[in-house]
């Protein structure tokens, strides 16, 4: 048996280690009407659904389901066109249609009602998912992400151009993939996007590019999805996000250039059940993967446990 530990609030710390091997275990898959939709689930109860970031995948939240198991039942799927999903061609994968394919994923699944944690583009669509179906958000935890009028944030536009060219996984992905020196430099994944790019593991950059390039199909998705988030989505749900109610918390990294924080504190004025604004000195767009304890005790408040 996992020994287990206390963090913050009291909240229990298993010591097991959630890595690669147990994600290619753990793997299940549900047929939808738009997808084979890949995801992983840790944990009983009330169920936590963790939306993750663009070119990741679900791998992203391993650190937070490592900790939150034992409060939620912890589902973290891989959107349409990323990670191990497997999308026919020919359908649609944008923001909008990705909020569709979460709410026929908890209906297969027979879930009402989700405590909603997101990153990135997996925060863009868990907006459009809140403002659709607000009634199956009980709470929302937000950490860097599109926000109304920055979406796409302007920083994203060179790789919206290669992606309309049909060349960005190409150009980004595989070489990064052929080479994780790379993936970790300035010019890297790492670089843009990670608090700590040394620490990028190599079975990471793996498990995030792998499934990109298994075929010019996946290619075409990967390039699709950055395509459609080129045009903004989020404005126009203004009202709905104004309208709902529940209790939310925006945690936001300060040396994120995509996604500055006076877009967390625009949502905190938005959201009539913001609990606030957490900044986290020095963390960039994707370190909710780096620090899930920080993850961990804030969904404990927001969530009550």
């Known amino acids: 048996m996992a020994a287990v530990t206390f963090g913050p609030r009291g909240f229990a710390r298993r010591t097991e280690r ?8 753990s793997r299940r898959f549900v047929e939808l009407p738009v997808s084979r939709v890949a995801y992983v689930e840790h944990g009983r109860g009330p169920v936590a659904l963790f939306v993750h970031g663009y070119p990741l995948n679900s791998f992203q939240w391993r650190g937070a389901l490592e900790r939150l198991h034992v409060y939620r039942r912890c589902i973290a799927p891989d959107v349409m066109g990323m990670g191990y999903t497997q999308t026919p061609e020919g359908q649609t994968i944008s923001p909008e249609t990705q909020a569709a394919m979460l709410a026929m994923l908890l209906d297969a699944l ?6 909603l944690v997101a990153n990135d583009s997996g925060g863009l669509v868990a907006q459009l998912f809140l403002a659709k179906y607000p009634h199956r958000v009980r709470t929302l935890l937000l950490t860097n992400c599109d926000v109304d009028e920055n979406s796409p944030p302007p920083p994203f536009v060179p790789f919206l151009e290669l992606a ?12 990064q993939l052929n080479d994780k020196q790379l993936a970790r430099s300035a010019k890297g994944l790492g670089g843009l996007a990670y608090t700590y790019p040394e620490r990028f593991a190599d079975e990471t ?13 996946k290619k075409s998705q990967v390039n699709e999805y950055a395509v459609s988030m080129g045009t903004n989505s989020l404005v126009a749900v ?3 996000l104004h309208q709902w109610h529940g209790p939310a918390r925006m945690v936001w990294g300060l040396k994120d250039t995509l996604f500055g924080v ?3 504190e625009w949502l905190d004025r938005t959201l009539p059940g913001s609990r606030g604004v957490r900044r986290v000195d020095g963390a960039n767009l994707f370190f909710p993967e780096e620090l899930p304890e920080l993850i961990a005790e804030e969904a404990a408040k927001l969530w009550g446990v």
């Open 262 to 264: 006076e877009w967390a």
């Open 110 to 115: 027979r879930i009402p009602t989700v405590d």
């Open 164 to 175: 309309k060219k049909g060349i960005f996984v190409d150009k980004v992905i595989v070489p």
């Open 238 to 240: 203004r009202k709905e």
């Open 205 to 217: 950059i793996e498990t995030y590019f792998r499934p990109l390039v298994e075929s010019s199909l």
């Open 18 to 25: 959630i890595d690669a091997a147990w994600y290619r275990e």
